[in-house]
């Protein structure tokens, strides 16, 4: 299917709303990005791509890359992981330290940031430079050598980070967290603080949409089953604590940053990624969600 | 697709965890019934049917009306139904009075019993016996004029639903239940009670994997589009608080009830049921979650 | 101690903030009383009366109410009154659901709602009419053969009971609720719309500050170690979430009510009650509770 | 009064119970103490002292240094301290962090222990070494020279800080901590590790049931309304989530700590201190919680 025409009809029907709600500022750095950016990109599972706008823009993937660290951290400890991390939609704000209570230490998803924040645990215990690693990972995905993370924005972050410390410093106190909680924050917050452009992200995403196997190296990142689950998990808990109203408009797996980029996938079709950094009052970027919302209304493809 | 020896094989490998779990015992006359039947099936678009054990044995539908009593609601109030009640998943239990508090009287979604009794309050407003519009409903989708619930499981359930009664009261302190609470508890307990037959449920359910279109009379029960909405709805609210890990595991959109019934469907392909009465903590059908897992790994196929 | 130049100067010195705050609106006819209304009684053990304003007015004294239902079930039910309900603050808005889902349909003391729909439930098992087994009491404790409740303040809350009776069902499902719920809050609703004045309720209410006993008959109502826990609990549950703030600012072991009345006692000495309607937005009387805090600020006594 | 044959009394009554219970174990340090400790002191306001057991027994003292430091903490700051802490009680373990997310990062009151380490944040930045000077602060109100921290107890405990390191972060993204979380959590840490004996601690105390003013030196600690509203808070606030039911059975302001003691007032008489180191659920000591019953029901005295 030739994506082009449907990216174009959405980018023109989009323009009077880019900028609409609030770009994230409580991290200092992300504020300072201007409201009116807009990219989206699609890569077919046979290398052709379609992309309107900033498509090639680099942005601050933010939680984004929890889907990639999961990854990584499920390619190495497999299923022993949900030991440590639940699946479970939350129910809650992103950053609730409600449910870590009730539930003795255990996020509710990976996807969350307590639960991004094990997960990094995990990357830790295995790498001299658990960012490196994901960045390297995500560079692999892309078929990029030079995937890496913002340094001003990752020490922007470190600086605003009491409430993911106090979450570490929390499940520490369940024993789930295995290393220093400051090397774990320094971690996360680098990873969040990578910076790739949609179109990259869209190819990055793909293996997913692809039972698994990167399309672009042939190299099985998940076994067909794994990629599925991952789906599965995107769909359910990818998008903050809107993720029934969002997969009830938009029907695709998909996972969203507060920087405004959203990844998603078409199953045995393609990888997608919209970026524009003005958000809803849930984390996911307005017009971002809007523009997959046509996306799947003018395909009329979806998982459902 | 030929399911029948799928059906055959799951049932095969499943037989020595049949009745494994317990057999819901909140409501007496549920308590009755014994935890080792289990029967499937499997009904395709083209009408063929595969199943196995009691596929044809009817059972207490409970939790199972909730989607098609939000879909007759759904049919009548269109997208204005979704101010009453919302479309996330509830990540706590399934009967908790906690969400309904913070969040003003407004449940988190349809197939929560607190969701289920506002969609009840709607049919009631509309209907002379609410009980009767759904199972007249759920007959016209499957082919059978004498759809009906049991009297006895009604009233068994209407003795024990004090905690029903707590949220209705206070939905309605919150100005979001319009007739009477016993009125309302009145039909709500009696379409739980419903009784069908797996076989016929699989038939019923079947207008949601075909685009919203009953594939046996033609009607149009929901446009294209509001047909994937609901499944997207019961992928992450279907299972009470294990939505995530069912998503996770199965692959597909489903919704489960006490009475140890789950039915899901393959889009494009087949309506599902399964049942067997015994139950796993989180209120869904132990066996039957299982034979769900076992299909999509035999099959190769889910909607991710 | 001559008790009325100092409630001269409170009088006179609240003139000018009397009316501020809100008179509670769920109760329509409680919305219908005026706000400008202030009445204060403070009567001696040894029978002297001082009083200033609407004291000899008659008002509804609702949660007032609760201290001396209390009272009558514990002298009859004795310490095991306490397996059904709890004596800690609550520390939550007084109709708060949340703390009794976590806590098992145990309401966290007897002053809450919940708490008082338990103690009226167990009054419903011991009397024809728990209501007027309660103004009786009141009646025997103020010298007073007439006091009984407002018919239409009783309507006019059963009317809009819709929380306290999800509370009411809810205790059911737990089992900690022997009578049939409308029952419960038939007489919980006429129990609260009891009407007195300032000067009787001060009068009722010293008992509490004697030891127990009944100072006007010499009749024991309760033995002095009891007395004295009955007043421990007003000081610490006695005025809604604010109780801590009133033992700071005030000092006496009060209750309340959203009528406007607070009785208080100052032990070895006196009974007091003062009313005035309009409410901070904790539930209390705003002059009432200033009223209290010059008291004891003028007379240099609390129980500190 | 004579106040040694009631002690004697008390330690006979409760010589099988000592030891019931169990030591606080969180804090490695603490765990090492022998649970079969009882000490008891009563220093009435004309410096009489009536002590048993092990009343000269030093024992780290630690959450009784959050009356300390909070009355040191109010004599800089005044009431301008409320604004960043609470006067009311729990309603939850005393180291819940679902309050103070509800609550924007204002603990409830100063005697949790969030609210503690608001207090301490400011004598942090009041003072070069906050934990001397509430040492110091502590040692002119007994007239000892030498009151110290143990410093190993200190080291213990802070190793064991991930929650209130968590509580501290998350009060920092509120803006409600002005320094460095890891100098807060030093000097708390510090703070509690003060050692004390029963009979130092009962002389210290003895201010607040003497109107503020020190009886040994004269020196006024607190105005009279002052030390009042410190003993309020003591009585709503003072023994966990167990202050309800602790004002119920004895009727004194108090405060606890988990190293097994407690210290109460009778305003006007004297003050008191018991110390025996193993603890009921609810964190205070078992033994000295019956010890202060049996005071208040052989003496006839409370504050109600």
């Given amino acids: 299917m030739n994506y082009q025409p449907i990216l174009d009809r959405i980018h023109g029907a989009l323009k009077p709303v880019i900028g609409q709600g609030k770009v994230a500022t409580?991290?200092?750095?992300?504020?300072?990005?201007?409201?009116?950016?807009?990219?989206?990109?699609v890569v077919s599972?046979?290398?052709?791509?379609?992309?309107?706008?900033?498509?090639?823009?680099?942005?601050?993937?933010?939680?984004?890359?929890?889907l990639f660290a999961l990854t990584l951290a499920f390619q190495r400890e497999g299923d022993s992981l949900w030991a440590r991390v639940g699946r479970e939609p939350s129910g809650n704000p992103f950053n609730s330290l409600v449910q870590l209570e009730r539930e003795s230490g255990i996020p509710r998803n990976p996807f969350i940031n307590a639960g991004?924040?094990?997960?990094?645990?995990?990357?830790?215990?295995?790498?001299?430079n658990a960012e490196i690693a994901t960045a390297n990972f995500l560079?692999?995905?892309?078929?990029?050598?030079?995937?890496?993370?913002?340094?001003?924005?990752?020490?922007?972050?470190?600086?605003t980070s009491s409430r993911n410390a106090a979450m570490a410093?929390?499940?520490k106190s369940f024993g789930n967290l295995n290393?220093?909680?400051?090397?774990v924050l320094d971690a996360y917050c680098r990873t969040c603080a990578i910076s790739m452009s949609a179109t990259d992200l869209a190819r990055a995403v793909a293996f997913l949409a692809n039972r698994g196997t990167n399309p672009w190296s042939g190299e099985k990142v998940l076994d067909a089953s794994s990629a599925k689950r991952m789906s599965a998990l995107m769909l359910t808990c990818g998008?903050?604590?809107?993720?029934?109203?969002?997969?009830?408009?938009?029907?695709?797996?998909?996972?969203?940053?507060?920087?405004?980029?959203?990844?998603?996938?078409?199953?045995g079709e393609c990888g997608i990624c919209v970026w524009s950094p003005a958000l809803e009052e849930t984390g996911n970027s307005y017009a971002g969600s809007l523009a997959l919302e046509m996306f799947t209304t003018l395909t009329g493809k979806s998982i459902f």
Same sequence: chains 1, 2, 3, 4.
């Fill in 45 to 66: 599972l046979d290398g052709t791509v379609a992309s309107v706008g900033d498509a090639d823009v680099p942005f601050s993937i933010q939680s984004i890359s929890k």
């Fill in 26 to 41: 409580y991290i200092p750095e992300l504020a300072s990005v201007s409201p009116d950016h807009f990219g989206m990109a």
């Fill in 116 to 128: 991004a924040l094990v997960v990094t645990d995990i990357l830790v215990s295995r790498n001299t």
């Fill in 179 to 183: 290393n220093k909680v400051g090397e």
């Fill in 239 to 267: 998008t903050y604590d809107a993720a029934g109203d969002f997969a009830y408009r938009v029907g695709l797996p998909a996972k969203s940053g507060v920087g405004g980029g959203i990844v998603a996938i078409l199953p």
């Fill in 139 to 159: 560079g692999r995905l892309c078929g990029r050598s030079n995937v890496t993370y913002d340094p001003r924005v990752a020490q922007s972050e470190r600086q």
């Fill in 169 to 171: 410093h929390f499940m």
